[in-house]
């Protein structure tokens, strides 16, 4: 291969990561037109059109796609074989991009902004909304540097790390008809419910558990993030079951009713997934490290916090 087909892979790796010419040239320091020069020898070198316009963004081409898949992660060890990357916190200015539910954002984000601010000023942190559905190809299109859900994969180049399990607490309000009482299943599966819905889906854990039980409930009420929940169910006579994680801030005051559902709900384990090819990467360590350190302060102090009545 010539340096200059080297020098276009480079360019056009950019291009596929960043999805937006401008933001290649700022990336490689280049000028627009200089990458767009670049883009024009790609085309007639490898005879295809590589990208079209899609609104203000660009898409590539099922070629571009497929070229892509085979030398992004070449081309990324190669990078860091040549430019092996000596990272430090206090100097380092760097966007990392974290897929990541509201559920997760409302417990950790706080904590992580006081870590940057203190230890890592210059590093910026993006919040990118995901489902469990898309999270492989997120990693794999270099969408996103980390997952942190409740996701799974079973392919050998995603990697994750354990970071607690999902378990679920009934909330209502502590005048609520069922609080004056032991919570039967047949009075909860009888209640209005509440659901948080991020897909749309009304079929929760909750659902499945009543299920395989032989019960159903009804779904009066559906949110799509966790922190309408406690609000809401605390101006109505609703009841939710929703993660441990979800109450905490609610947790102190004798407003709120926090009781264990009449049944086993099963739920996700909740991790942090990356692609193999920044498993080196020691800026994404220092990342994973600090993640998980205050995810671990954090559920010790939420189970200190929440009260089961």
């Known amino acids: 291969m010539r340096p200059q087909e080297l020098n276009l892979l480079v360019i056009f790796d950019t291009i596929m990561t960043e999805k937006s010419v401008s933001r290649a040239a700022e990336q490689l320091s280049m000028t627009q037109p200089a ?6 020898k790609m085309r007639v070198l490898w005879k295809d059109e590589l990208f079209f316009k899609s609104g203000r963004n660009i898409k590539p081409t099922t070629y571009a796609n497929n070229l892509w898949s085979q030398i992004k992660d070449p081309l990324f060890g190669l990078n860091r074989a040549i430019k092996p990357e000596n990272f430090d916190p206090t100097i380092a200015k760097r966007t ?7 559920l997760i954002v409302d417990l950790i984000w706080g904590d992580l902004i006081l870590l940057l601010e203190k230890e890592a000023p210059l590093i910026d942190l993006h919040a990118i909304p995901y489902t ?3 999270t492989e190809r997120m990693l794999e299109d270099a969408d996103v540097d980390l997952v942190i859900g409740a996701s799974h ?8 790390r354990y970071l607690y399990d999902t378990d679920y607490l009934c909330v209502m309000r502590s005048d609520h008809e069922l609080a004056k009482s032991n919570l039967s299943l047949e009075k909860y599966a009888g209640a209005n419910h509440m659901l948080v819905s991020l897909s749309g889906d009304i079929f929760g854990p909750v659902d499945k558990a ?4 032989g019960y159903k409930r009804r779904i009066a009420i559906t949110v ?10 605390l101006q109505s006579r609703l009841i939710a079951t929703i993660p441990t994680s979800a109450i905490y801030k609610y ?3 004798e407003a709120l009713k926090i009781t264990r ?3 086993e709900v099963k739920g996700n384990p909740i991790s942090m997934l990356w692609h193999k090819r920044q498993n080196s990467d020691p800026g994404l360590n220092w990342l994973l490290d600090n993640i998980k350190k205050l995810f671990s302060k954090k559920w010790d102090i939420i189970e200190k916090e929440i009260k089961i009545l």
């Open 35 to 40: 990458v767009s020069n670049a883009v024009a």
């Open 96 to 102: 990392f991009k974290i897929a990541v539910s509201s």
């Open 132 to 134: 469990i559905i898309n």
């Open 153 to 160: 994969s079973n392919k050998e180049h995603i990697l994750s």
């Open 210 to 213: 009543l299920r395989q039980n």
């Open 224 to 233: 799509n993030n966790f922190s309408s929940v406690i609000p809401l169910v």
């Open 251 to 253: 947790a102190i005051g």
């Open 261 to 263: 559902p009449p049944i």
